[in-house]
């Protein structure tokens, strides 16, 4: 069974500008998550969806960030404009019961 | 505020010995927890969860819950080099939105 897809792997932007990440699931799985996991810290939820639906945002900086899972499988996580404070590893995860993570996607802002 | 506490580490033990890693949290109402294992510049791999206060074993490994104490820990018996990692402890508090509050995780050396 393939694991989370996550791309790209590495990103590095200026402060100020756009970036996307992207995730793909796996097969089967309808509850999504994105992390965001500052270095020293554990994983903190910024949002999670049940399909193609949001079930909780309430940590996600909606000022800069957006998300969306369109057609219930992919999904992307998008930062504009970016902070200096947002260079961070970015998650993915998916489960049925337990959450299986992807390889993450690793942001910095200069 | 949900938290989870764990002490940061590191903690270092000889290899064969038992490790023990220690997890609070603050949200009584939470149902079910896990311990996530995490190498340097990976992403988190779960290793066990557990429901019912008790132990849970699993292998080399064994989880503990006391919800009365909200305390949660993992024994890794016969602990090996390459058990050396970050333990990321988890809560999930129940409902519909079942996102995961993590500790910052301890960090474990194994002394061969």
């Known amino acids: 069974e393939a694991g989370v897809a996550q791309s790209p792997r590495y990103k590095i932007i200026e402060k100020r500008q756009s970036v996307a990440f992207w995730c793909n699931p796996i097969?089967?799985?309808?509850?999504l998550y994105w992390y965001q996991q500052i270095l020293g810290q554990g994983p903190k939820l910024l949002i999670q969806?049940?399909?193609?639906?949001?079930?909780?945002d309430s940590q996600l900086p909606k000022d800069r960030f957006s998300a969306e899972r369109l057609k219930g499988v992919d999904s992307t996580l998008k930062i504009q404009p970016a902070k200096l404070e947002d260079s961070a590893v970015y998650l993915c995860?998916?489960?049925?019961?337990?959450?299986?993570f992807g390889p993450g996607t690793r942001l910095l802002v200069l | 505020q949900k938290e989870v506490e764990q002490n940061s580490g590191p903690l270092s033990v000889p290899e064969g010995a038992i490790a023990s890693l220690n997890c609070t949290y603050s949200?009584?109402?939470?149902?079910?927890f896990f311990w996530y294992r995490q190498y340097s510049g990976k992403s988190p791999e779960l290793i066990m969860f557990?429901?019912?206060?008790g132990d849970k074993e699993d292998g080399r490994f064994t989880a503990q819950l006391n919800k009365a104490s909200q305390y949660v820990s993992l024994l890794i018996r016969d602990s090996q080099p390459s058990d050396s990692a970050t333990y990321l402890c988890?809560?999930?508090?129940?409902?519909?939105?079942?996102?995961?509050?993590f500790g910052k995780g301890t960090h474990l050396i194994i002394q061969p």
């Open positions: 949200d009584r109402g939470s149902q079910s």
């Open positions: 097969s089967g799985h309808a509850t």
């Open positions: 969806f049940q399909n193609n639906g949001v079930v909780d």
């Open positions: 557990i429901y019912s206060n």
């Open positions: 995860a998916s489960s049925q019961e337990t959450q299986y």
């Open positions: 988890a809560v999930h508090s129940g409902g519909g939105a079942d996102g995961l509050t």
